[in-house]
């Protein structure tokens, strides 16, 4: 059986926002190049330049841009900022693939954000779930995709994966476990998102 093919207007457009190395960019990049998969990478946006997740975006055709904190007044006039330059794109909703800021509420009020985090939520949230992890002697963890809501880390879940803690790990080999099946889990959730819609109704979000 083949699948149709799907128009360039069928497909939904999102933005992905980056802060670093961008594996998970680049998941979403090689997902989207099947039209089946449904999704559209309308632009790439960071907090800072000169990051290769910019690099990955620049090589598939990607329109990006940098919305830096320090070029603001405040954080309100950042978060304006970072909503306009969104807005540009006109997507249906925003990937935030390790973006490391605290998004406002500029942007959450106008688009539902998924995030990927690499911690089990609600245990280990914030910017060292790794490290956190495995200072607590914890014998497994993972990672989650969940909604951004104006909390750290505390959106509601729509799909986690486990990772086991092995014996002398490192944070850098344990992360790149979890990356393993970060980006799987991810690709699966923005497709199913792009494809039958997510809403979030009194704090729980859900994909028909
Ligand atoms: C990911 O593990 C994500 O969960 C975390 O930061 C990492 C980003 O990795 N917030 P990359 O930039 O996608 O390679």
Same mark, same amino acid.
């Given at each position: 059986?083949?699948?149709?093919?799907?128009?360039?207007?069928?497909?939904?457009?999102?933005?992905?926002?980056?802060?670093?190395?961008?594996?998970n960019?680049?998941a979403?990049?090689? &997902? !989207? +190049?099947?039209?089946?998969?449904? =999704?559209?990478? #309308?632009?790439?946006?960071? *907090? $800072? /330049?000169?990051?290769?997740?910019?690099?990955?975006? &620049? !090589? +598939?055709?990607?329109?990006?841009? =940098?919305?830096? #904190?320090?070029?603001?007044? *405040? $954080? /309100?006039?950042?978060?304006?900022?970072?909503?306009?330059?969104?807005?540009?794109?006109?997507?249906?909703?925003?990937?935030?693939?390790?973006?490391?800021?605290?998004?406002?509420?500029?942007?959450?009020?106008?688009?539902?954000?998924?995030?990927?985090?690499?911690?089990?939520?609600?245990?280990?949230?914030?910017?060292?779930?790794?490290?956190?992890?495995?200072?607590?002697?914890?014998?497994?963890?993972?990672?989650?995709?969940?909604?951004?809501?104006?909390?750290?880390?505390?959106?509601?879940?729509?799909?986690?994966?486990?990772?086991?803690?092995?014996?002398?790990?490192?944070?850098?080999?344990?992360?790149?476990?979890?990356k393993?099946?970060e980006h799987p889990?991810l690709?699966?959730?923005?497709?199913?998102?792009?494809?039958?819609?997510?809403?979030?109704?009194?704090?729980?979000?859900?994909?028909?």
């Amino acid at each position: 059986m083949t699948t149709p093919e799907r128009s360039t207007a069928e497909r939904t457009g999102i933005v992905v926002l980056v802060s670093g190395s961008g594996t998970n960019l680049q998941a979403l990049i090689d &997902a !989207a +190049a099947d039209p089946a998969y449904g =999704v559209r990478i #309308v632009a790439v946006g960071a *907090d $800072r /330049a000169g990051i290769t997740g910019l690099h990955r975006a &620049a !090589a +598939a055709g990607i329109p990006t841009f =940098v919305c830096r #904190v320090q070029d603001h007044e *405040d $954080r /309100a006039a950042w978060d304006a900022e970072l909503a306009r330059r969104i807005g540009d794109h006109e997507p249906a909703f925003v990937v935030s693939a390790g973006f490391m800021k605290l998004l406002g509420p500029q942007v959450l009020s106008r688009w539902v954000v998924l995030n990927t985090h690499p911690a089990l939520l609600p245990l280990f949230p914030g910017a060292h779930a790794v490290r956190d992890a495995l200072a607590a002697g914890a014998t497994e963890t993972g990672c989650t995709v969940h909604v951004v809501d104006s909390g750290v880390d505390t959106g509601p879940v729509l799909a986690q994966a486990t990772v086991p803690v092995l014996e002398g790990d490192t944070e850098e080999a344990l992360h790149e476990r979890i990356k393993a099946v970060e980006h799987p889990l991810l690709v699966e959730y923005v497709g199913r998102a792009a494809r039958e819609g997510i809403t979030v109704t009194d704090g729980k979000a859900s994909i028909p």
